[in-house]
């Protein structure tokens, strides 16, 4: 059975400050290497968040999404270098750029009936268009790739986005932090029964009168938007933009795995996979280095593994499993 965590128990909010707490202390406990990582876990924790809306609330499984990544990301990186039009600002063309995308792809699925696994590859196919029409697009690079200015900092610009990396830490730890609490916040409104009542039955909840292709129109709308704003933040944090590597399908899988690990439908489930994925895979590298191991494609194997672990063993995720082992789940 499927959980979906619309309440916090009280349990699990101290375990929530607790570890909320220790992500704002660790820039002071952690070495350059450690914070890299850290980054890289909040950045697929927002991510995973943005895209269990999709699919964990709505029901609608998106395998391309990282196309609203590489359209936030190339609009903000554009408007930055062309026209010297900052990050935050870049949001207001970056955003609506990706809603417009995934209104685009939510009308024609959902107007011509395209669902499952069709929608997936509706999905897929749309970010392969992205990658092959920016390969070509000499306005931002095509294929030679999309760079932006970077300049040694005295100070932080949070303006900008030029800085350091504990800048860059807190940013995308807030950028989190806001995701939870707005995906908590919906879950627990009209909209978010809604979805839950579409995701389990969709032929059900329109007989009882709910508007299906307006309520998963918003979800596709509200995931691509969110999702934009990681777009904008990838791009000033790693300063180049390659539509193979922005658009590839390797990137919409890296998106997906921290919510399907972690927990599908749940709160803390994209937080917690994110940690697991990406925390044990980077310790793997480490250790294969320090072995004097050099494997190509060792961190792809052991996200199968992963994948292939918890589907067998926890087809839930890991988090209604943990839950139920430390007592987390509100009771009714």
Not at 55 to 75: E, I, R
Not at 222 to 228: E, R
């Amino acid at each position: 059975m499927r959980r979906l965590a619309g309440g916090i128990s009280p349990r699990a909010a101290g375990l929530l400050v607790a570890l909320l707490v220790a992500l704002i202390a660790a820039p002071y406990f952690a070495n350059d290497y450690l914070l890299t990582v850290l980054i890289l876990i909040l950045y697929f924790a927002y991510t995973g968040q943005a895209w269990n809306i999709m699919m964990g609330f709505a029901g609608q499984l998106s395998l391309g999404h990282a196309l609203y990544v590489g359209l936030g990301a190339y609009t903000a990186a554009a408007l930055y270098v062309h026209f010297g039009i900052g990050p935050w600002i870049g949001l207001l063309a970056a955003v609506p750029v990706a809603m417009v995308a995934g209104a685009i792809i939510g009308f024609l699925a959902f107007r011509f009936g395209v669902a499952g696994v069709y929608f997936a590859i509706l999905t897929i196919a749309f970010c392969e268009f992205a990658r092959i029409g920016f390969d070509h697009v000499a306005y931002t690079g095509g294929s030679a790739g999309y760079f932006l200015p970077v300049a040694q900092y005295g100070h932080d610009d949070l303006w900008n986005l030029r800085g350091r990396p504990v800048m860059f830490y807190y940013v995308i730890l807030a950028l989190t932090a806001v995701a939870f609490l707005a995906c908590h916040l919906m879950l627990r409104s009209r909209v978010g029964y809604f979805w839950r009542a579409i995701r389990e039955d969709e032929e059900a909840a329109r007989a009882l009168g709910i508007d299906t292709f307006r309520y998963k129109m918003i979800a596709v709308v509200i995931s691509a938007g969110m999702t934009a704003v990681a777009g904008v933040f990838f791009a000033f944090y790693y300063n180049n933009l390659f539509p193979e590597q922005v658009f590839g399908i390797s990137r919409s899988i890296e998106l997906i795995l921290a919510p399907i690990i972690g927990g599908i439908g749940t709160l803390f489930g994209p937080v917690l996979g994110a940690f697991v994925l990406t925390g044990l895979s980077e310790g793997m590298t480490e250790l294969l280095h320090a072995l004097g191991f050099d494997v190509p494609g060792a961190k792809q194997v052991f996200y199968g593994i992963c994948l292939l672990v918890v589907i067998v063993v926890l087809p839930d995720g890991i988090w209604p499993w943990l839950s139920r082992r430390l007592g987390l789940e509100r009771r009714p």
